[in-house]
């Protein structure tokens, strides 16, 4: 029996192929951090790309490919998954990772930092049409700056953690991670190039649709 409603949606959609498993085994075999997303959300984020059906998708933050395998094999076949993050050894694992997934023909890491690399790819003309955050929380605002530089008429922006374990709205709290996310969920809840929403799924996720 469910305690509340996160173990029960959890129990109903957090299932977790072999492929997950295995970029679980191998962020544990690599000393790397324990913070991929919850399976229900990987679950939502495939549904959300089958829906929008995007054709670039960049994701910010690999680290072992876990979103990267919910985004990537969900994408039509001329589909394709940009993966920044910062860390090469990261991004070596979630390549190896997709890649015995049979998704590594559809993804292309870019390393170093997000902001500098989604500079770049706006000066060379890149646009996308999907985006998932899910790396440093203070760079969250500025994410979202530069992804709407990047983005299509009715590119869909989507963030993790944006509840920050409910400490947004503790008033008492003032730490950087949550101060920044507090900017952020604002940012997207009043900007009127977007439709927004935050979902309280997990850690939260914040959604929002630029408007064409």
């Known amino acids: 029996m469910a305690r509340n409603h996160d173990e029960y ?5 957090g299932n977790e192929d072999t492929a997950l498993q295995s970029v679980n085994e191998s962020i544990r075999r690599n000393g790397m951090p324990a913070i991929s997303i919850k399976p229900e959300v990987g679950r939502f984020l495939a549904l959300l790309v089958s829906i929008a059906k995007p054709r670039n998708v960049m994701e910010i933050g690999a680290l072992g490919g876990y979103s990267g ?7 039509e076949k001329e589909g ?4 920044l993050e910062l860390e090469e050894t990261y991004a070596n694992v979630a ?9 590594g023909d559809k993804v292309k890491y870019v390393i170093g930092p997000a902001l500098q690399n989604m500079e770049s790819l706006h000066s060379a003309g890149q646009q996308y ?3 998932f955050i899910d790396a440093d929380k203070v760079n969250y605002p500025n994410y979202f700056s530069m ?9 869909v922006i989507v963030a993790d953690n944006t509840l920050q374990g409910d400490k947004v709205f503790d008033e008492d709290i003032h730490s950087e991670n949550v101060e920044a996310i507090r900017t952020f969920n604002k ?10 929403i935050l979902l309280p799924l997990c850690d939260g996720l914040t959604i929002c649709r630029v408007k064409p």
């Open 9 to 13: 949606i959890r129990n109903l959609f």
């Open 187 to 196: 940012q997207i809840a009043t900007d009127d190039r977007v439709e927004s």
């Open 69 to 75: 395998i919910m985004l990537a094999g969900a994408l």
């Open 147 to 155: 992804a709407l530089k990047l983005a299509t008429p009715g590119a």
């Open 95 to 103: 390549k190896d990772n997709l890649t015995r997934a049979g998704l």
């Open 129 to 131: 049409d999907f985006f």
């Open 80 to 83: 394709s998954l940009t993966s």
